[in-house]
């Protein structure tokens, strides 16, 4: 048996910036609004024809630039611009490595989901490194006319290297899903009946279930762990609405503080969110080597999951 650990992590971006003020001009809506009911001013968008393979390409070059090419890749996203071959090996082609390559799709918690595969991968002795990268262009899959849901979402790319280790620095992962909860957040339309889909979601009851899961998960995965709420130095979140992360703190008697935010900048990049939030933790130096770090996250399904880590 052999243990894994994060040992790096990038981040790739679209240069447009939409900031709150852009909804204004044509829907019913003000920055007022959108920042007091979520945290959010601005999100990075993709231009029109700009493919999030460009995104996920440019996190692996960093990646591979920094830390030397893996044995696998592993995507996830739940808006690929296509779905055959994988977005993990048409990246993977574009920088000449090869290997286990596959893409993964549970919406906001595919990170998650990606993350603890990665670990198994490691620690049965099939892999020694492997990429693991968020990425999604949400803001093709919203309707642009649907206030309550094109304000919420962004565009961008994060990923982490993850490699072999005689110390164990991944302590735990808790993970789940519930039943009935399908219809939460879904694509509306679908291919079959000729429609290009987009997000329709139950905003509260999304917003309820996200509290109560993501607060069970967080402590689960520590009650794993054997860690204590305390010894946590930093609350690595889904990033969704800055008052699901208020209740959160408030439930768990946490100082708000202790979770990493970049919601304000970026909206729910979904995928791509936590190691967006562990690059920038990493560049501000807000992230230290050894700290412990709590990744949790909540997606469409519904489903949700935590990893206790140590940091690098
Ligand atoms: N601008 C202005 N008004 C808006 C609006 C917008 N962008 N979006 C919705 N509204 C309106 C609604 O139509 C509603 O109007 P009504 O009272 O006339 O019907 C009113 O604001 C209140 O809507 P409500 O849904 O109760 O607001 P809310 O405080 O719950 O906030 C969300 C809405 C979507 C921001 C919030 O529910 C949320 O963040 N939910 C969780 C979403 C999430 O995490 N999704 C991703 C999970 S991975």
Redesign the pocket.
Known sequence: MFYSRVIGVASALPDQIVPNTY?ERY????DE??HK??GIRNRRWVAEDESGLVLVTSVLKDLIDLYGSPDALIVATCSPDKTLPSMAHRAAEQLGIHGLMFDVNS???GFMSAFLQADALIKTGTVNRIAVIGMDVMSRLVDRDD???????GDGAAGVMMERSSKQRILSHHFDSAINTTNL?IDEGSWLEGVVPKIS?R?????RL?VRQVSQSITDSLNHAGCGIDEVDWFMC?Q??Q??ISALASGLSIQEDKFYMTLSEYG?T?SASIPLGLDHAVRSNALQKDQLVVLS????G?SWASSVIQWR
């Open positions: 909804f829907l019913d809506t003000s609004w959108i009911r979520t919406a906001c918690t206030r309550a849901t094109v304000v919420l979402f957040l979601m905003g509260q009851e999304v917003f996200a889904h969704a609405n008052r699901i729910n979904s996250s909540v997606g469409a519904m």
